[in-house]
């Protein structure tokens, strides 16, 4: 199967140089080929399934357990103000 | 030849939990930036996200609101993309097996009939932080308070055929929310906000190319949107040209909408399955727990008050707007249960018609439900004329006091003396000899000028009835 690595790249925002692309196409398509054998077995009356364990989702009662931890959380941002992160412009 | 428009809408609705989907963060609005988060909903490395139960269990019984099927076993998926208000790069959301599927809603439409609108599904979902770019030149600033906040999304068929039909279905969707306490729904703080598919054919042809209109939260810009891209397209069309599938925002400003091609671009979601969370099951047990549970619906309420309190299908629809309104009437009703209609009457036309001039709602009124039955009180027993209640409800909306007080310190309690009533009425007649002969002549309708002389003369508060029945009586002669 062949692979657009320059999508993927993009889609990811991982920046490639050609080499690299050139490198890493035949490595991803041969990483899905052999994912594809999965494809020849016969799963006639086997159920899908979404996750390897059969267990039911635990769930959460709805009662707030964080407090405010802003100046801790913040500290690896690069940049923020005011206690908002700051990023570089993006619009729609 | 015709075009037929076609409609299908998208509404994200946030579920009012305490805390958000996945995590144990404050979901309350208006809090300082960045101050209700956890490593959770900032994806940091490692955390693993915790499904809210009552996030899962408002959303079950919106689902049997729209009577549609719960599935018991549904999943999550991730939808990957690029965004920084979206800090783990992907939003947790049920794409191939939702929660709930195979709904529907009735709308009134204009041959005062009904439609049925079918509901596709309605996913969970987590919410998107807030990006802010007004003012700021070269950066944006992240506000992640909302990332991971629960959203419920309600995908309709293309069923609806006009922007009229899109906004009746998007009000009555919106008032259902409401009565089922699933969301707050206020559409000025984004928690009821609609993605509208539009496209335009010729009458039974296959549906032509569709345009979305992205995230719009008032039902006066929805209906324009629609308008507006109804008209494009059709332009486009007519002049040999095709409608190219995109997204479209709408600028509310200037009336039109644009492009969003640019993102559009980008837009490959990559879905499959969450792997942090495993399938989400629920117990019938649990569904018909929830289906025992579920308030009275807005269309059961309004037909209860027709029946139960013989009220006009108009006022039954006025009091059934909100479970405020109707609680608030029930609870007139029960102060004042001699006349229901009455209490219709005054709730809806007199107390909400000083409320909305004031520019209030009824949850600010100065008046409560006891104390206005007081007053109608006051016009069961004949104290008080109509139009002298009018003028007690306006002290009342002023004062605490009690209607009693009012009317006995505006001396407005009603003449029911006949002895009273006919000095005024010999008074008027003395004042005014020539309408008196006109009427003994023949001229029957000089009786509503003296019925309103009287009135007059007695500021209001002679009993009309019984001035009526004097007049006739000394206008004999």
């Not at chain 2, 955390?47 to 689902?63: E, F, H, S």
């Not at chain 2, 209001?460 to 029945?469: K, R, S």
Request: negative net charge; contains cysteine; aromatic residues 6%.
């Amino acid at each position: 199967m062949e692979i657009d690595v320059r999508k993927v790249a993009m889609l990811s925002r991982i920046r490639l140089t050609d080499e690299e692309a050139a490198e890493f196409g035949p490595q991803l398509s041969s990483i899905i080929g052999y994912v594809e054998q999965l494809a020849a077995i016969n799963t006639d009356g086997v159920p899908p399934t979404a996750h390897p364990h059969d267990v039911a989702m635990p769930q959460r009662a709805d009662v707030v357990t964080n407090s405010n931890r802003r100046d801790a959380l913040q500290t690896p941002a690069p940049n923020t103000e005011s206690g908002l992160y700051v990023v570089p412009k993006v619009i729609d | 030849m015709s075009w037929e428009v076609v409609i299908g809408l998208e509404v994200h609705c946030q579920i009012n939990t305490n805390t958000k989907a996945f995590c144990g963060c404050s979901t309350e609005f208006g809090a300082e930036p960045n101050t209700q988060t956890c490593p959770v909903c900032l994806g940091m490395p490692g955390q693993l996200p915790v499904l809210n139960t009552v996030a899962v269990d408002k959303t079950i019984l919106t689902g049997l609101a729209i009577n549609a099927t719960i599935n018991l076993e549904s999943k999550f998926d991730r939808k990957n993309y690029f965004y920084p208000d979206l800090p783990k790069g992907y939003q947790i959301s049920q794409f191939a097996v939702p929660i709930v599927e195979h709904g529907y809603l009735d709308i009134p439409n204009k041959d005062g009939d009904e439609k049925r609108i079918g509901i596709t599904r309605i996913h969970m979902e987590e919410d998107a932080g807030k990006s802010m770019h007004e003012g700021l030149d070269a950066v944006s600033h992240i506000d992640l308070n909302r990332s991971g906040v629960p959203l419920m999304e309600i995908v309709s068929e293309p069923d609806m055929r006009s922007a009229d039909e899109a906004i009746a279905y998007l009000k009555q969707l919106h008032q259902l929310i409401r009565f089922l306490g699933v969301s707050g729904a206020d559409m000025e703080k984004g928690q009821f906000r609609c993605d509208a598919n539009v496209s335009v054919r010729r009458p039974g042809e296959p549906f032509g190319t569709r345009t979305e209109m992205k995230n719009m939260n008032s039902f006066r810009f929805i209906k324009q949107a629609i308008d507006f891209e109804v008209v494009r397209q059709i332009e486009i069309i007519e002049d040999g040209g095709a409608v190219v599938q995109e997204s479209r925002l709408w600028d509310s400003v200037k009336n039109e909408s644009r492009s969003m091609r640019s993102k559009e671009e980008a837009h490959d979601y990559r879905y499959f399955p969450e792997p942090d969370l495993p399938p989400l099951r629920v117990s019938q047990q649990q569904v018909d727990a929830i289906r025992a549970g579920m308030p009275e619906l807005p269309g059961q309420l309004r037909q209860r008050f027709e029946a139960e309190y013989g009220l006009s299908s108009y006022d039954a629809d006025v009091l059934t707007q909100t479970l405020e309104l109707a609680a608030w009437y029930e609870s007139l009703v029960a102060a004042h249960p001699v006349d229901p209609k009455r209490c219709a009457n005054w709730m809806a036309n007199e107390l909400l018609g000083r409320l909305n001039e004031a520019g209030s709602d009824l949850s600010e009124s100065p008046v409560s439900a006891k104390r206005l039955a007081e007053l109608l009180d006051r016009i069961e027993d004949s104290s008080i004329s109509g139009n002298a209640a009018k003028t007690v409800l306006d002290a009342m909306m002023e004062s605490a006091d009690s209607a009693d007080a009012i009317i006995a310190a505006k001396g407005l309690k009603q003449v029911s003396d006949t002895g009273a009533i006919d000095a005024i009425i010999l008074a008027v007649m003395e004042a005014n000899p020539a309408q008196v002969e006109g009427y003994r002549g023949g001229k029957d309708k000089l009786m509503g000028f003296f019925v309103g002389q009287v009135m007059k003369a007695s500021r209001g508060t002679a009993n009309p009835g019984l001035v009526n029945q004097r007049l006739v009586e000394l206008l004999k002669g």
